[in-house]
Nanobody
Framework: QVQPVEFGGGSVQTGDSLRLSCVILGHIDSGYGVAWSRQAPGKEREGVALIDSDGTTTYAESVTGRFTLSKDDAKDILYLPMNSLTPVAPALYSC???????????????????WGPGTQVTVSP
């Protein structure tokens, strides 16, 4: 079972950029998707970006045009470059493999396995 490990977070200022990475060693295409999500303290997990089972990439409306999810199959790494960061609440960004988005759902869920421990992103005004 894949255990994602994220890194690349940090404390930045409005307008800055960060590139998050997620190592997913041993991931085998299972017919599900891969995704990034974020969760602020005391709030529900929010879907950020998803590559679904047919290769289609979708983004949360709040990050569309600024974030780009990509997957390097040779290295087993997911990337999430984030540009023009805005001062939203500090959040833990996590990734997961083998995810699916239920109809009407706001965030993908792992069909098996779990979200990684995450990397913290804080954006100051």
């Amino acid at each position: 079972q894949v255990q994602p490990v994220e890194f690349g977070g940090g404390s930045v200022q409005t307008g800055d950029s960060l590139r998050l990475s997620c190592v997913i060693l041993g991931h085998i295409d299972s017919g599900y998707g891969v995704a990034w999500s974020r969760q602020a303290p005391g709030k529900e997990r929010e879907g950020v970006a998803l590559i679904d089972s047919d290769g289609t990439t979708t983004y949360a409306e709040s990050v569309t045009g600024r974030f780009t999810l990509s997957k390097d199959d040779a290295k087993d790494i997911l990337y999430l470059p984030m540009n023009s960061l805005t001062p939203v609440a500090p959040a833990l960004y996590s990734c997961a493999t083998d995810v699916f988005l239920a109809p009407g759902g706001r965030c993908a869920r792992p069909a098996f396995g779990a979200w990684g421990p995450g990397t913290q992103v804080t954006v100051s005004p």
